[in-house]
């Protein structure tokens, strides 16, 4: 062990809510406390103005937030775990067609909704590019403000359209609204399935609409249901410190520190003498192929290996569903916990 066991130490900052908040946080890390990595700050525009600072500075930036541009836009110190914006619309629009397929349901038309945030437009344009390829009817696109009050007129255009499916990418707020207005107003699609990994089937979004999200799916960044060692162990001792099972932003946390310090072993193997040498650091992160471990032992696919952009090349994310008031993992299918419920009752 190169390190030694040397133990990591976190220093916090917060963002302020603010892309120049970020960036302020970032600057006091690099200049005050001298840090090697950063890693945040889950919403992408806040990552994205810290970026500006990471890259002046040489500062490696792990990121947990899914917005595709991050890793598009060029930048050398830039490192993200999680699976992108479009692989969470592209893996709902896979669970419905392999769910539809697998209970014998016809399924031809889906509508996409969305809320407006460049978040919401990454995770629609996949899963509409997903649903194209494979052959699917698009017969609404909707986009609404992230802060709406009112769903009666999106929910009324969704019934207009009469889609089999509905596509939906919401946050937190707006989603708990949409569920709620769906079951009032008796809209009634085949299916509704979330996409983005906030929103439905994460325990606050439940305990907040109730049974209004029964039968909901969204999908996830993170596994809490893996059956490996370590994630059985965080998930026991999240349950016990929050009393719930790890929120989506809590998984991706867990295993981007822990690729962290994999990588930080890696450095100090290959660079003895100057492992936190920005650029060696770099070396390292695009060397580090982790197939073992806590890293690997709370990642959807089980391993984590960074390419030239800085993108996970086996992103994936899974889905979970609201049954009987408990999210459960149900696809991929040969790791659920159980079937999922197909068309909606």
């Not at 009050?149 to 596509?167: F, G, H, R, Y």
């Not at 989603?175 to 709620?180: I, S, T």
């Not at 991706?252 to 040498?277: F, G, Q």
Request: include cysteine; charged fraction near 25%.
């Amino acid at each position: 062990m190169p390190l030694g066991g040397a133990k990591l130490k976190l220093i916090v900052e917060d963002s302020k809510d603010t892309i120049e908040g970020a960036k302020l946080a970032a600057e006091k890390l690099i200049s005050t406390e001298a840090v090697p990595i950063i890693v945040g700050a889950y919403i992408s525009r806040h990552t994205a103005g810290m970026a500006e600072v990471t890259e002046r500075s040489r500062v490696i930036l792990v990121a947990d937030a899914l917005v595709d541009f991050l890793s598009e836009s060029g930048w050398k110190y830039f490192f993200r775990a999680a699976p992108k914006a479009s692989v969470h619309g592209a893996t709902a629009v896979d669970f419905v067609v392999e769910t539809a397929k697998k209970k014998g349901v016809e399924v031809k038309t889906i509508a996409i909704l969305n809320e407006d945030s460049v978040f919401g437009r990454y995770v629609a344009l996949g899963a509409k590019k997903r649903a194209l390829d494979l052959g699917l009817s698009i017969v609404a696109e909707i986009e609404y403000p992230y802060d709406i009050t009112d769903m009666t007129p999106i929910v009324t255009k969704l019934i207009s359209a009469n889609p089999d499916v509905v596509i939906s990418v919401p946050y937190f707020y707006d989603g708990v609204l949409f569920a709620k207005t769906v079951k009032e107003m008796g809209f009634k699609p085949k299916f509704i399935a979330g996409a983005g990994g906030c929103g439905y089937s994460d325990p606050d979004s439940i305990k907040a609409a109730g049974v209004a999200v029964e039968y909901f799916s969204q999908t996830y960044s993170y596994d809490p249901a893996k059956n490996t060692p370590y994630n059985k162990k965080f998930v026991e001792d999240f349950e016990k410190r929050y009393g719930k099972i790890p929120t989506e932003a809590g998984g991706i946390i867990v295993y981007s520190l822990w690729t962290i310090k994999e990588a930080l072993e890696l450095a100090a193997t290959l660079n003895p003498k100057d492992p936190l040498n920005p650029d060696n650091l770099r070396e390292a992160f695009l060397r580090v192929d982790i197939k073992s471990g806590p890293a690997a032992d709370t990642y959807p696919s089980g391993r984590i290996k960074f390419d030239v952009k800085g993108d996970n090349m086996y992103a994936k994310a899974v889905v979970l569903q609201v049954i009987e008031g408990k999210p459960w993992l149900v696809y991929p299918f040969e790791t659920a916990q159980r079937e999922p419920v197909f068309p909606r009752p």
